[in-house]
């Protein structure tokens, strides 16, 4: 349903009964302060994990978990149509089927059958009961429906048990939700049996023990293009640069370096096998030419060490002159203008320069793209296409990116 300018976003919060629930807490957090509206329904056997106490105060409403609770209004009615967006965080493997199958015998199932706004399910269970044929089953009807049922993390779980089935970290759920709300189509499952690798964060070359060159990138930008290819279907490696506190996203696997040369080899590996490449990581340019084994001290004459740089590896025109035919190669242009021209013309020159399919370049500047929650810039093609990028949270530009990919591997008629 349409949402009234200046109105909170109304979010359902359901919340099966797994040991995860309580990690719903921190979600419903995230929601209500970022400013949503959220009204969490449990189940029944989700309150032995978390008392209904603790989600009232936390959202400010009451909690009832049957259809004849508060009769008059009507709430198995009510709520579901009222929401802009329904999660289910944790779903379980007796949710998740309810669900596939219709069942409306308590007020979450219920307001899932109401709902007519996005409505995603955040798996979470032992590794035996998400790959079970019953739940695939399930997870495939509810897909094929236009629901959203997300992948899990892979981890430690109850007890001494560890692999996939694990409850994505709360904050992605959050970053996934507003995703939802701004672009209700934005997680397809379109890329489904790609192979992708993504390069994200920013490169650190060693000048001594202690010190070394770098630059600003978070890592932000290409954990969300890996957390929503991997959440489109995609074969997801993330080569991880240095990044600040991120959960590594659920269904991807993570690959961390530290310098330009040990990423080059990573991404350049990974890519042998890879469909699309994406390179959002922020590579420095030079390194040292040498590095000191000791930590550099300060004279007492008050001078100052002259550091000699060589040149690093040009990941991205590498990438391009050794892809195969059918390969999709994504850059990355963090951008300022000067007396030689404005962020577009650099921008052009340099896609032209590298070869790559697409080039997504970012105007950068105090506030801008490095450090931020927020993006936008334009995406370039090499057709000579240009289309802006509105600004938004970096999962939007994210998923920009990927139905860009999506639309030109049909081109191709892959």
């Given at each position: 349903?349409?949402?009234?300018?200046?109105r909170?976003?109304?979010?359902v919060?359901?919340?099966?009964?797994?040991?995860?629930?309580?990690?719903?807490?921190?979600v419903l957090?995230?929601?209500?302060?970022?400013?949503?509206d959220?009204?969490?329904?449990p189940?029944?056997?989700a309150?032995?994990?978390?008392?209904?106490?603790?989600?009232?105060a936390?959202s400010g409403?009451?909690?009832?978990?049957?259809?004849?609770?508060?009769?008059?209004?009507?709430?198995?009615?009510?709520?579901?149509?009222?929401?802009?967006?329904?999660?289910?965080?944790?779903?379980?493997?007796?949710?998740?089927a309810?669900?596939?199958?219709?069942?409306?015998d308590?007020l979450?199932?219920?307001?899932?059958?109401?709902a007519?706004?996005?409505?995603?399910f955040?798996?979470?269970m032992?590794?035996?009961?998400?790959?079970h044929?019953?739940?695939?089953?399930?997870?495939?009807?509810l897909?094929?429906?236009?629901?959203?049922?997300?992948?899990?993390?892979?981890?430690?779980?109850?007890g001494?048990?560890?692999?996939?089935?694990?409850?994505?970290d709360?904050?992605?759920?959050v970053d996934?939700?507003?995703?939802?709300l701004?672009?209700p189509?934005?997680?397809?499952?379109?890329l489904?049996?790609?192979?992708?690798?993504?390069?994200?964060?920013g490169?650190?070359?060693?000048?001594?023990?202690?010190?070394?060159?770098?630059?600003?990138?978070?890592?932000?930008q290409g954990?969300?293009?890996?957390?929503?290819a991997?959440?489109?279907?995609?074969?997801?490696?993330?080569?991880?640069a240095?990044t600040?506190?991120?959960?590594?996203?659920?269904?991807?696997?993570?690959?961390?370096?530290?310098?330009?040369?040990?990423l080059a080899?990573?991404?350049r590996?990974?890519a042998?096998?890879?469909?699309?490449?994406v390179?959002?990581?922020?590579v420095a340019?030079f390194?040292?030419?040498?590095?000191?084994?000791?930590k550099?001290?300060?004279?007492?004459?008050?001078?100052?060490?002259?550091?000699?740089?060589?040149?690093?590896?040009?990941?991205?025109?590498?990438?391009v002159e050794?892809?195969?035919?059918?390969?999709?190669?994504?850059?990355?242009?963090a951008?300022?203008?000067?007396?030689?021209?404005?962020?577009?013309?650099?921008a052009r020159?340099?896609?032209?320069?590298?070869?790559?399919?697409l080039?997504?370049?970012?105007?950068?500047?105090?506030g801008k793209?490095?450090?931020v929650e927020?993006?936008?810039?334009?995406?370039?093609?090499?057709?000579g296409?240009?289309?802006?990028?509105p600004?938004g949270?970096?999962?939007?530009?994210?998923a920009?990116?990927?139905d860009?990919?999506?639309?030109?591997?049909?081109?191709?008629?892959?």
């Amino acid at each position: 349903m349409s949402q009234a300018p200046g109105r909170k976003p109304r979010v359902v919060l359901g919340v099966g009964g797994g040991i995860a629930a309580y990690k719903a807490c921190e979600v419903l957090r995230g929601l209500t302060e970022s400013g949503h509206d959220v009204r969490v329904v449990p189940t029944d056997a989700a309150l032995n994990f978390v008392g209904a106490a603790t989600f009232e105060a936390l959202s400010g409403h009451p909690v009832h978990t049957g259809v004849f609770s508060d009769v008059p209004s009507v709430q198995h009615v009510r709520i579901g149509h009222e929401a802009d967006l329904v999660l289910v965080v944790p779903a379980t493997a007796d949710l998740l089927a309810r669900a596939a199958h219709g069942r409306a015998d308590d007020l979450l199932t219920g307001t899932l059958l109401m709902a007519r706004c996005p409505v995603a399910f955040f798996p979470a269970m032992h590794t035996e009961m998400w790959q079970h044929p019953a739940t695939r089953d399930n997870v495939a009807l509810l897909r094929s429906r236009g629901l959203v049922v997300t992948e899990p993390d892979s981890g430690r779980l109850t007890g001494v048990d560890s692999g996939p089935g694990r409850l994505a970290d709360p904050r992605e759920i959050v970053d996934l939700a507003k995703l939802l709300l701004a672009a209700p189509d934005a997680l397809p499952r379109d890329l489904e049996g790609l192979r992708v690798v993504v390069s994200a964060g920013g490169t650190r070359e060693p000048l001594d023990p202690v010190r070394y060159l770098g630059n600003r990138s978070s890592g932000k930008q290409g954990y969300a293009l890996a957390r929503v290819a991997a959440q489109r279907g995609a074969d997801v490696t993330l080569v991880a640069a240095h990044t600040v506190d991120l959960p590594g996203p659920a269904g991807a696997t993570v690959r961390h370096v530290s310098t330009a040369e040990q990423l080059a080899e990573a991404v350049r590996a990974e890519a042998e096998r890879a469909d699309v490449v994406v390179m959002a990581a922020a590579v420095a340019d030079f390194r040292p030419a040498s590095r000191a084994e000791h930590k550099i001290k300060k004279t007492d004459d008050g001078g100052a060490p002259t550091v000699d740089l060589v040149r690093n590896p040009d990941i991205l025109a590498g990438l391009v002159e050794n892809r195969r035919p059918d390969q999709i190669v994504v850059g990355f242009a963090a951008e300022t203008g000067d007396a030689g021209g404005d962020v577009l013309h650099h921008a052009r020159a340099k896609l032209k320069r590298k070869g790559a399919d697409l080039l997504v370049v970012n105007a950068v500047g105090e506030g801008k793209a490095f450090e931020v929650e927020d993006n936008s810039g334009w995406l370039l093609g090499a057709d000579g296409t240009e289309v802006p990028i509105p600004f938004g949270a970096k999962a939007q530009l994210a998923a920009a990116v990927w139905d860009a990919v999506a639309s030109l591997r049909k081109t191709q008629g892959g």
